[in-house]
Protein backbone atom coordinates (compact mmCIF):
# COMPACT_ATOMS: atom_id res chain seq x y z
CA UNK A 1 0.00 0.00 0.00
CA UNK A 2 1.26 3.49 -1.13
CA UNK A 3 2.87 5.23 1.93
CA UNK A 4 3.87 8.79 3.11
CA UNK A 5 7.65 8.59 3.70
CA UNK A 6 9.36 11.30 6.39
CA UNK A 7 13.12 11.56 6.95
CA UNK A 8 14.82 12.21 9.55
CA UNK A 9 12.66 9.98 11.99
CA UNK A 10 14.29 11.94 14.92
CA UNK A 11 16.61 14.98 14.61
CA UNK A 12 18.77 16.81 17.31
CA UNK A 13 19.72 20.40 16.58
CA UNK A 14 21.10 23.38 18.30
CA UNK A 15 18.90 26.77 18.81
CA UNK A 16 19.83 28.91 16.21
CA UNK A 17 20.27 26.04 13.56
CA UNK A 18 18.72 25.50 10.14
CA UNK A 19 16.93 21.88 9.76
CA UNK A 20 15.05 20.36 6.67
CA UNK A 21 12.42 17.74 7.25
CA UNK A 22 12.07 15.80 4.17
CA UNK A 23 8.45 14.10 3.01
CA UNK A 24 8.11 11.66 -0.03
CA UNK A 25 4.64 11.75 -0.43
CA UNK A 26 2.51 9.50 -2.27
CA UNK A 27 3.06 9.54 -5.92
CA UNK A 28 -0.14 10.33 -7.68
CA UNK A 29 -1.32 12.94 -4.62
CA UNK A 30 -1.29 16.23 -5.36
CA UNK A 31 -2.23 18.29 -2.33
CA UNK A 32 1.03 18.46 0.24
CA UNK A 33 0.66 19.34 4.08
CA UNK A 34 2.61 19.79 6.74
CA UNK A 35 1.31 19.37 10.57
CA UNK A 36 3.22 19.83 14.03
CA UNK A 37 2.26 18.37 17.30
CA UNK A 38 3.95 20.05 20.69
CA UNK A 39 4.15 17.27 23.12
CA UNK A 40 0.70 16.89 25.03
CA UNK A 41 -1.13 18.99 22.71
CA UNK A 42 -3.24 18.73 19.65
CA UNK A 43 -2.24 17.86 15.98
CA UNK A 44 -1.81 21.73 14.79
CA UNK A 45 -2.01 22.84 10.63
CA UNK A 46 1.01 24.70 9.42
CA UNK A 47 1.12 24.84 5.41
CA UNK A 48 -0.71 23.33 2.45
CA UNK A 49 0.93 23.48 -0.75
CA UNK A 50 -0.37 23.00 -4.42
CA UNK A 51 1.00 23.25 -7.67
CA UNK A 52 4.33 24.51 -7.00
CA UNK A 53 3.05 27.10 -4.28
CA UNK A 54 1.63 27.59 -0.88
CA UNK A 55 -2.21 27.49 -0.67
CA UNK A 56 -2.63 28.38 2.81
CA UNK A 57 -0.64 28.78 5.91
CA UNK A 58 -1.62 29.20 9.54
CA UNK A 59 -0.31 31.80 11.71
CA UNK A 60 2.33 29.24 13.06
CA UNK A 61 4.18 29.24 9.76
CA UNK A 62 5.88 32.74 9.70
CA UNK A 63 9.13 33.89 7.99
CA UNK A 64 11.67 31.08 10.09
CA UNK A 65 9.83 28.75 8.18
CA UNK A 66 9.40 27.32 3.82
CA UNK A 67 8.67 24.89 2.05
CA UNK A 68 9.53 23.68 -1.40
CA UNK A 69 8.76 20.29 -3.71
CA UNK A 70 12.24 20.31 -4.94
CA UNK A 71 11.84 17.70 -7.59
CA UNK A 72 8.75 15.52 -8.54
CA UNK A 73 9.40 13.29 -5.44
CA UNK A 74 9.99 15.31 -2.37
CA UNK A 75 8.28 17.99 -0.28
CA UNK A 76 10.63 19.35 2.48
CA UNK A 77 10.09 22.01 5.21
CA UNK A 78 12.74 24.26 6.55
CA UNK A 79 13.12 26.19 10.01
CA UNK A 80 15.91 28.67 9.50
CA UNK A 81 17.00 29.60 12.80
CA UNK A 82 15.43 26.39 15.20
CA UNK A 83 13.77 27.96 18.71
CA UNK A 84 12.94 25.66 21.98
CA UNK A 85 9.80 26.07 21.15
CA UNK A 86 9.80 24.75 17.71
CA UNK A 87 10.23 20.86 19.45
CA UNK A 88 7.75 18.82 18.32
CA UNK A 89 6.63 15.77 16.07
CA UNK A 90 6.25 17.07 12.54
CA UNK A 91 3.86 15.83 10.19
CA UNK A 92 3.45 15.50 6.47
CA UNK A 93 0.79 14.84 4.43
CA UNK A 94 -0.71 14.09 0.88
CA UNK A 95 -3.88 14.10 -0.51
CA UNK A 96 -4.86 13.17 -3.91
CA UNK A 97 -7.32 15.79 -4.45
CA UNK A 98 -8.61 18.83 -2.99
CA UNK A 99 -11.81 16.77 -1.33
CA UNK A 100 -13.82 16.28 0.81
CA UNK A 101 -11.30 13.42 1.19
CA UNK A 102 -9.08 11.68 4.05
CA UNK A 103 -5.31 13.43 3.75
CA UNK A 104 -2.43 10.23 4.46
CA UNK A 105 0.27 10.91 7.15
CA UNK A 106 3.97 9.72 7.74
CA UNK A 107 5.15 8.51 10.64
CA UNK A 108 6.41 11.44 11.91
CA UNK A 109 9.74 13.70 12.64
CA UNK A 110 10.63 14.55 16.41
CA UNK A 111 12.25 17.80 16.39
CA UNK A 112 14.21 18.36 19.59
CA UNK A 113 15.96 21.86 19.94
CA UNK A 114 18.31 21.87 22.76
CA UNK B 1 -9.83 28.63 19.57
CA UNK B 2 -10.98 25.32 20.00
CA UNK B 3 -13.21 24.82 16.72
CA UNK B 4 -12.81 20.65 17.36
CA UNK B 5 -13.32 19.93 20.88
CA UNK B 6 -12.45 16.08 23.07
CA UNK B 7 -13.68 16.64 26.04
CA UNK B 8 -12.96 13.15 27.16
CA UNK B 9 -8.80 12.69 27.11
CA UNK B 10 -9.35 8.68 28.09
CA UNK B 11 -11.64 6.00 27.61
CA UNK B 12 -11.60 2.11 29.02
CA UNK B 13 -13.62 -0.39 27.45
CA UNK B 14 -14.06 -4.24 28.21
CA UNK B 15 -13.01 -6.29 25.09
CA UNK B 16 -16.41 -7.18 23.44
CA UNK B 17 -18.55 -4.03 24.16
CA UNK B 18 -19.15 -0.82 22.35
CA UNK B 19 -16.45 2.25 22.98
CA UNK B 20 -17.90 5.55 21.97
CA UNK B 21 -15.92 8.52 21.76
CA UNK B 22 -17.37 11.75 20.80
CA UNK B 23 -16.45 15.30 19.63
CA UNK B 24 -18.02 18.67 19.32
CA UNK B 25 -17.47 21.69 16.93
CA UNK B 26 -18.45 25.01 17.01
CA UNK B 27 -17.35 26.26 12.94
CA UNK B 28 -20.57 25.83 10.71
CA UNK B 29 -18.39 25.75 7.47
CA UNK B 30 -16.99 22.42 8.29
CA UNK B 31 -18.42 20.02 5.88
CA UNK B 32 -16.34 16.94 6.32
CA UNK B 33 -15.35 14.94 9.20
CA UNK B 34 -12.67 12.21 9.97
CA UNK B 35 -11.52 9.96 12.85
CA UNK B 36 -7.97 9.23 13.03
CA UNK B 37 -6.03 6.96 15.00
CA UNK B 38 -2.41 7.21 16.62
CA UNK B 39 -0.32 4.85 17.78
CA UNK B 40 2.93 6.72 20.08
CA UNK B 41 5.81 7.55 17.88
CA UNK B 42 3.66 6.90 14.22
CA UNK B 43 1.86 9.24 12.01
CA UNK B 44 -2.29 9.62 12.51
CA UNK B 45 -3.68 6.66 10.76
CA UNK B 46 -7.21 7.55 8.55
CA UNK B 47 -10.32 5.39 9.94
CA UNK B 48 -13.26 6.82 8.63
CA UNK B 49 -15.24 9.73 7.27
CA UNK B 50 -18.43 11.19 7.04
CA UNK B 51 -19.60 13.96 4.50
CA UNK B 52 -22.05 16.89 6.66
CA UNK B 53 -24.77 15.41 4.03
CA UNK B 54 -25.15 12.23 5.98
CA UNK B 55 -25.70 11.38 9.48
CA UNK B 56 -24.30 7.75 9.08
CA UNK B 57 -21.27 6.00 8.03
CA UNK B 58 -20.49 2.37 8.61
CA UNK B 59 -17.24 0.68 7.93
CA UNK B 60 -17.12 -2.91 9.28
CA UNK B 61 -16.83 -2.39 13.28
CA UNK B 62 -16.59 1.23 12.91
CA UNK B 63 -19.41 3.87 12.29
CA UNK B 64 -19.57 7.18 12.75
CA UNK B 65 -22.35 8.97 13.83
CA UNK B 66 -22.99 13.14 13.00
CA UNK B 67 -25.70 15.23 14.29
CA UNK B 68 -25.55 18.82 12.64
CA UNK B 69 -27.93 20.66 14.96
CA UNK B 70 -26.35 19.54 17.90
CA UNK B 71 -22.60 19.80 15.99
CA UNK B 72 -21.52 16.71 17.06
CA UNK B 73 -20.12 13.41 16.27
CA UNK B 74 -19.33 10.35 17.48
CA UNK B 75 -17.42 6.85 17.05
CA UNK B 76 -19.11 3.98 17.69
CA UNK B 77 -16.51 0.73 17.67
CA UNK B 78 -18.12 -2.56 18.22
CA UNK B 79 -17.06 -5.22 19.37
CA UNK B 80 -13.70 -3.52 20.98
CA UNK B 81 -10.63 -5.36 20.51
CA UNK B 82 -7.40 -5.02 22.27
CA UNK B 83 -5.52 -3.81 18.97
CA UNK B 84 -7.78 -0.69 19.35
CA UNK B 85 -6.32 0.56 21.97
CA UNK B 86 -4.97 4.01 20.29
CA UNK B 87 -5.39 8.14 20.48
CA UNK B 88 -8.43 9.02 18.24
CA UNK B 89 -8.23 11.99 17.06
CA UNK B 90 -11.33 13.78 15.51
CA UNK B 91 -10.93 15.93 12.91
CA UNK B 92 -12.72 17.96 10.14
CA UNK B 93 -12.05 20.58 7.11
CA UNK B 94 -13.96 23.15 5.50
CA UNK B 95 -14.82 23.98 2.16
CA UNK B 96 -11.63 26.11 0.68
CA UNK B 97 -8.83 25.76 -1.38
CA UNK B 98 -6.57 23.95 0.71
CA UNK B 99 -9.12 21.65 3.05
CA UNK B 100 -6.64 21.16 5.73
CA UNK B 101 -7.53 19.37 8.81
CA UNK B 102 -8.53 21.06 12.52
CA UNK B 103 -8.18 18.05 14.76
CA UNK B 104 -9.48 17.80 18.22
CA UNK B 105 -7.37 16.91 21.14
CA UNK B 106 -7.54 13.11 21.17
CA UNK B 107 -9.05 10.77 23.01
CA UNK B 108 -7.09 7.35 24.53
CA UNK B 109 -8.85 4.42 24.24
CA UNK B 110 -8.15 1.34 26.10
CA UNK B 111 -9.80 -1.77 25.45
CA UNK B 112 -9.23 -4.27 28.63
CA UNK B 113 -9.09 -7.52 27.89
Known amino acids: EPEVTQTPSHQVTQMGQEVILRCVPISNHLYFYWYRQILGQKVEFLVS????????KSEIFDDQFSVERPDGSNFTLKIRSTKLEDSAMYFC????????????FGQGTRLTVV | DQQVKQNSPSLSVQEGRISILNCDYTNSMFDYFLWYKKYPAEGPTFLIS?????DKNEDGRFTVFLNKSAKHLSLHIVPSQPGDSAVYFCAASEIGAARQLTFGSGTQLTVLP
Open chain 1, 93 to 104: ASMFIRGPTEAF
Open chain 1, 49 to 56: FYNNEISE
Open chain 2, 50 to 54: ISSIK
